[in-house]
C-alpha cells in the first residue's frame, strides 16, 4: 500500500504542477480551454493576474507533496502528506461547490484516494 500511496501522491502533486503552469503561464490559452463553461471568453484577460495568484498556491501544495517525498521521518513524512493532502481536498471541495462540480472528480477526488492511501499503509 505504501507504493500506491506514494504513486497517488505524485500523481496530485502533478496535477497541481499542471493547474500552476496553466493558471500563471497559459491562462488565456489553455485556461480559456479548461474554464471555458466557467468563465466567458472576454474575462480571461482581466482576471490573468488572480489566476496566476491561485497557480501559485497551487504550486505551493505541489511543493508540499513532493517534499514529503524527502522526509527521513515516517510520522513527518505521513503528517506532511496528509496535511497537503487535506488542502487539496479541502480545495476541490470548496470548488466544486463555488465553481463546476467536476472540480471535485478531477481535484479533491484523487487527493481522497491519496489520503486514504496514506492511512492504510
Not at 500506491?4 to 496530485?12: D, G, P, R, T, Y
Not at 471568453?41 to 517534499?67: R, V
Not at 466544486?96 to 467536476?102: G, L, P
Given at each position: 500500500?505504501?507504493?500506491?500511496?506514494?504513486?497517488?501522491?505524485?500523481?496530485v502533486a502533478?496535477?497541481h504542477?499542471?493547474?500552476?503552469?496553466?493558471?500563471?503561464?497559459?491562462?488565456?490559452t489553455?485556461?480559456?480551454?479548461?474554464?471555458?463553461?466557467?468563465?466567458?471568453?472576454?474575462?480571461?484577460?482581466?482576471?490573468?493576474?488572480?489566476?496566476?495568484?491561485?497557480?501559485?498556491?497551487?504550486?505551493?501544495?505541489?511543493?508540499?507533496?513532493?517534499?514529503?517525498?524527502?522526509?527521513?521521518d515516517?510520522?513527518?513524512?505521513?503528517?506532511?502528506?496528509?496535511?497537503?493532502?487535506?488542502?487539496?481536498?479541502?480545495?476541490?471541495?470548496?470548488?466544486a461547490?463555488?465553481?463546476?462540480?467536476?472540480?471535485?472528480?478531477?481535484?479533491?477526488?484523487?487527493?481522497?484516494?491519496?489520503?486514504?492511501?496514506?492511512?492504510?499503509?
Amino acid at each position: 500500500m505504501e507504493i500506491v500511496a506514494k504513486i497517488l501522491i505524485a500523481v496530485v502533486a502533478l496535477e497541481h504542477l499542471y493547474i500552476l503552469w496553466m493558471e500563471m503561464f497559459a491562462w488565456e490559452t489553455k485556461g480559456k480551454e479548461v474554464f471555458k463553461s466557467a468563465l466567458p471568453p472576454e474575462m480571461f484577460k482581466p482576471t490573468k493576474g488572480l489566476a496566476a495568484n491561485q497557480g501559485l498556491y497551487n504550486g505551493f501544495l505541489a511543493a508540499g507533496l513532493i517534499w514529503s517525498f524527502f522526509i527521513e521521518d515516517p510520522k513527518w513524512q505521513t503528517n506532511i502528506a496528509l496535511f497537503f493532502l487535506g488542502c487539496v481536498a479541502v480545495a476541490g471541495i470548496y470548488g466544486a461547490i463555488s465553481a463546476t462540480k467536476k472540480i471535485f472528480f478531477v481535484q479533491a477526488l484523487p487527493a481522497i484516494l491519496a489520503i486514504i492511501a496514506v492511512l492504510l499503509k
